[in-house]
Each structure stands twice: as C-alpha cells, then as structure tokens.
C-alpha cells in the first residue's frame, strides 16, 4: 500500500518558482510511475508531469513544458516538482500520485489503482 506524502506549496508572486516534494512509503523504483496533477476549483483534475514506471520516459502537459520539470530520488522515494516562470493560472491544489507499471502519457491521466497524496495549495498572486 503506497503513501504519498506532498509538501512545499505556497503563495508565490507572478514570475516566481516553487518547488514540491512528495515523499513515498512503500514505492517500489521500476514497479510505480509517478506524476503530479493539479485542480482548479471548478475544474477537472489534470495531469501536470508524469514520469513511466521503468524510469526512461516522461510527459509534461504543453501548458508547463520548459517551465516544470519532474524529478525523483530513487534512494529517498521523493519525487520533486520544479515550478519556474508561474502564473496565475497555475493557481490550483497539486497532488502527487503513483501507480503500477504505466506509462508516463498514460500515468498523466487519472485511472483505476492510482494512489494520491492529500494535495498541496500553489496560489499564485500578486
């Protein structure tokens, strides 16, 4: 039974960066793809950046490419989110999630035996 645990949100100003963590019991490396999501109230949860459970492939939602980067410890079982040039629209609650042998575009949509953390605010506002 995996759980996730996120830190690391937070109020930031247009243009910042920020970075989440999200710390794992019972993660197996090579077995769990890993991702980050986010919800905007009103708003279906999407899938931010996604990293495949063998480790050698990762998707990133054209929204945040070159401005997000995905990140994992294997040693730690943290995985990281990277957030630089934020905008308003990024405001939304962040959570972290695995699941077993997946790919990263598939890990990226949310499905059937997907474990998730508590989530994390990201507000960003001047």
């Known amino acids: 039974q995996l759980q996730l645990v996120e830190s690391g949100g937070g109020l930031v100003q247009p243009g910042g960066s920020l970075t989440l963590s999200c710390a794992a019991s019972?993660?197996?490396?090579?077995?769990?793809?890993i991702g980050w999501f986010r919800q905007a109230p009103g708003k279906e949860r999407e899938g931010v950046a996604c990293?495949?459970?063998?480790?050698?492939?990762?998707f990133y939602r054209d929204s945040v490419k070159g401005r997000f980067t995905i990140s994992i410890d294997n040693a730690k079982k943290t995985w990281y989110l990277q957030m630089n040039s934020l905008n308003p629209e990024d405001t939304a609650v962040y959570y972290c999630?695995?699941?077993?042998?997946?790919?990263?575009?598939?890990?990226?949509?949310?499905?059937?035996?997907?474990?998730w953390g508590q989530g994390t605010q990201v507000t960003v506002s001047s």
């Open positions: 990293i495949s459970s063998n480790g050698i492939s990762w």
């Open positions: 019972g993660f197996t490396v090579g077995v769990h793809g």
């Open positions: 999630a695995a699941r077993s042998m997946t790919t990263a575009q598939a890990m990226c949509v949310p499905g059937k035996g997907t474990y």
